[in-house]
């Protein structure tokens, strides 16, 4: 399975930004996929995922702000960000998992840049 996002950038306090991430290769294989971030010096931490049944997780710090979705059929899932504050700033990484295939441990995306300025 293979990730790619798109829709980072540089974006005012206060302002939004869609992330976008499609799956290609062997998706029957995948089950969840999310979104995680990374800012500088500080550890990977999940944002928000999304099941095959479209059952949501947030992070705290994201809840009411953020939107996970997913569209099955293209296999892309969606991170609406709104309201975005200078702490969002990090790399965004598109994850997706599963446990259909045997052997499949899940993918990365290559990571998008998110900077919100003050």
């Known amino acids: 399975v293979q990730l790619v996002e798109s829709g980072g950038g540089l974006v005012q306090a206060g302002g939004s930004l869609r992330l976008s991430c499609a799956a290609s290769?062997?998706?029957?294989?995948?089950?969840?996929m999310g979104w995680f971030r990374q800012a500088p010096g500080k550890e990977r931490e999940l944002v928000a995922d999304?099941?095959?049944?479209?059952?949501?997780y947030y992070a705290d710090s994201v809840k009411g702000r953020f939107t996970i979705s997913r569209d099955n059929p293209k296999n892309t899932v969606y991170l609406q960000m709104n309201s975005l504050k200078p702490e969002d700033t990090a790399v965004y990484y598109c994850?997706?998992?599963?446990?259909?295939?045997?052997?499949?441990?899940?993918?990365w995306g290559q990571g998008t840049q998110v900077t919100v300025s003050s």
């Open positions: 994850n997706a998992n599963g446990n259909f295939c045997p052997g499949y441990v899940g993918s």
């Open positions: 290769g062997d998706t029957i294989c995948i089950s969840n």
């Open positions: 999304i099941t095959s049944d479209d059952n949501t």
